[in-house]
């Protein structure tokens, strides 16, 4: 059996991902709980299980709709992998985009499994560890203990690229770290 949570990046949600999951559950995390990037990956692992986390409040959602409504600039990785989901879509607010952005995702992981239980976490609801301005990347099965950083997950770094572009160029982070073996590198 095994057991798949997708969620986001943000800082505030590692401890409610931990919560969620069981000891071999496998975590992936990027910008946006953003399942595209991800699903070559879950096509191998077949999950039987999906807990899909997106968030309210959510710094990717915020870029998707300044890049759509107000003509701010990605690279094209970022404008392919994120970006493009959205371009056809009817949407005026940031919260009907972030209800938007998980109707899409839970829809996409209907292709991997019908066992798929979506949240959308309302960050007013849950406590908020303090901000480390930083960004981590670890394995699906690790459990990162960089309370209150920002964590992304997958099998390979390559995989979160677009998700790096964005934590450097977006969101202003100037440490990123490679945790996929056994101590972390700043890259
Ligand atoms: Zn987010």
């Not at 005026?92 to 979506?118: G, V």
């Not at 202003?172 to 590198?185: A, I, L, N, P, Q």
Request: net charge neutral.
């Amino acid at each position: 059996m095994v057991k798949v949570i997708i969620s986001c990046m943000d800082y505030r949600l590692t401890e409610e991902i931990h919560k969620r999951a069981n000891e071999d559950t496998l975590i992936f995390r990027n910008a946006g709980a953003n399942v595209k990037e991800f699903l070559e990956r879950l096509k191998e692992i077949k999950p039987d299980e999906i807990i899909y986390l997106p968030h309210t409040d959510c710094a990717a959602m915020k870029l998707v709709y300044n890049v759509i409504k107000q003509c701010d600039k990605v690279n094209q990785e970022v404008d392919e992998k994120l970006i493009s989901q959205f371009k056809d879509k009817k949407f005026e607010s940031l919260e009907e985009l972030e209800r938007l952005n998980a109707k899409i995702n839970e829809e996409m992981l209907k292709q991997i499994t019908p066992n798929i239980k979506t949240e959308l976490i309302d960050v007013k609801k849950i406590q908020w560890p303090n901000k480390i301005a930083k960004v981590y990347f670890y394995p699906p099965n690790a459990r990162p203990k960089e309370i209150g950083a920002y964590i992304l997950q997958s099998n390979s770094i390559n995989d979160v690229n677009a998700d790096i572009y964005i934590a450097k160029e977006k969101l202003g982070f100037k440490e990123v770290y490679d945790c996929s073996s056994d101590t972390c590198k700043q890259i």
